[in-house]
């Protein structure tokens, strides 16, 4: 076991067996079983060193949107944090300039796979992958695109998925993993907002501020998720974990803009709110990309039974330099330069903290949440 791994506590022996057979029945895994306003100038980034390893303390790192063409020091980066896991959130690759092709997507990740900094944090720190419209092949594609299948098995061959996995028998690529923290657990639910995803409601008014793109459409025969999916997503924060981690490749809780989010489909997101709530699950947030900006965000409502904050770490390469749009639950300015992101649970200290560092893994931004915040009052 190399370093790294060695510093994760994993489940071992019945505990383990409990935790993967509950995992494999409902189609995740245990991991370590597989290989407001305009922005304001943010205060001077602080450096961030990563603390001492210790019962009680998981620290999840997130990325997405990496260009396998540009260079990649977010790998290092994140690496040196020295995360017990890390997310891939989507838009690992990008290949879904026209015409797309299965020789395409494959170049797009073999090139990734070549990259030294990415064989390193592969290697050593257990990982999630979930795709976004580029490597699903399409921008901003959603169900029926043709070579939705072609751009599964490339997903399945690249991120090396067990021919036992039970991805390789259902449609899309969602998927769970339980980590240890000590002895508490974090649940990683990773979403697929491709495979199953409805039309969007094309805008009326292209380009203009907050309809950028498209419009919010309550149609209720309209899914985010699909059937089959919603109903692994309820049986998966019914499992028993002090902490989940939602993993949602396109923003959640965001408002303020006409991109792609769940806020397209309106009824869809509060469904969503309602399972959470249902649930009972304690300590959810959300981690998103897609938008090649970095933010906090926080949700209260009666859909809740506490707030639901997210973090968006979307800036492995690209990055929009010029974004300025509301942020009406917005915790603070976006991050505008490459970045990358850390979830930290530390449940002697009864915290959860949300980290976005720049490549010199210096803060940009960061919000800390009493763990007791994080469950039904």
Not at 150 to 172: H, I
Not at 235 to 244: G, I, N, Q, V
């Amino acid at each position: 076991m190399n370093t790294s791994c060695s510093r994760r506590r994993l489940l071992t022996g019945g505990t383990r067996r409990v935790f993967a057979a509950a995992a494999a029945a409902l189609g995740g895994s245990v991991a370590g079983s597989m290989s407001a306003c305009s922005p304001v100038a943010p205060a001077p980034p602080v450096s961030s060193a990563p603390p001492p390893a210790r019962p009680g303390l998981l620290r999840v790192g997130v990325t997405s949107c990496a260009d396998q063409n540009e260079p990649q020091p977010v790998w290092d980066a994140a690496l040196a944090m020295r995360p017990d896991f890390f997310i891939f959130a989507g838009d690992n690759v990008y290949a879904s300039d026209p015409p797309a092709t299965q020789a395409r997507l494959r170049a797009a990740y073999d090139a990734l796979g070549a990259k030294p900094g990415f064989q390193r944090l592969r290697q050593a720190v257990p990982h999630l992958a979930v795709w976004d419209d580029h490597d699903y092949g399409l921008n901003d594609g959603g169900a029926g695109w043709a070579l939705a299948q072609v751009a599964k098995d490339e997903f399945l061959r690249f991120w090396r998925v067990s021919e036992t996995d039970p991805r390789r028998t259902r449609a899309g690529v969602y998927h769970a993993q339980m980590v240890a923290a000590g002895e508490q657990r974090v649940q990683v639910i990773g979403l697929d907002t491709r495979w199953f995803r409805s039309p969007l409601k094309p805008t009326d008014q292209r380009g203009a501020s907050g309809r950028e793109r498209y419009l919010p459409d309550p149609d209720p025969a309209k899914t985010m998720l699909g059937a089959a999916q919603w109903r692994w997503l309820e049986e998966r924060l019914a499992t028993p974990a002090d902490a989940h981690v939602i993993v949602s490749s396109i923003q959640c809780v965001t408002e303020g803009h006409g991109w792609e989010r769940w806020g397209n489909l309106p009824l869809e997101r509060e469904r969503l709110f309602r399972t959470i709530r249902a649930s009972g699950a304690r300590g959810v947030v959300v981690v998103s990309g897609d938008r090649h900006i970095g933010g906090i965000y926080r949700h209260a409502g009666p859909e809740l039974n506490y707030p639901l904050w997210e973090m968006t770490s979307s800036g492995a390469t690209k990055i929009w330099s010029t974004a300025n749009e509301p942020g009406p639950n917005r915790v603070g300015p976006l991050v505008t330069v490459n970045h990358h992101g850390i979830v930290s649970v530390d449940f002697a200290a009864g915290e959860l903290k949300l980290s976005l560092l720049d490549l010199d893994n210096r803060v940009l931004q960061e919000q800390s949440i009493a763990l007791a915040q994080l469950r039904a009052g």
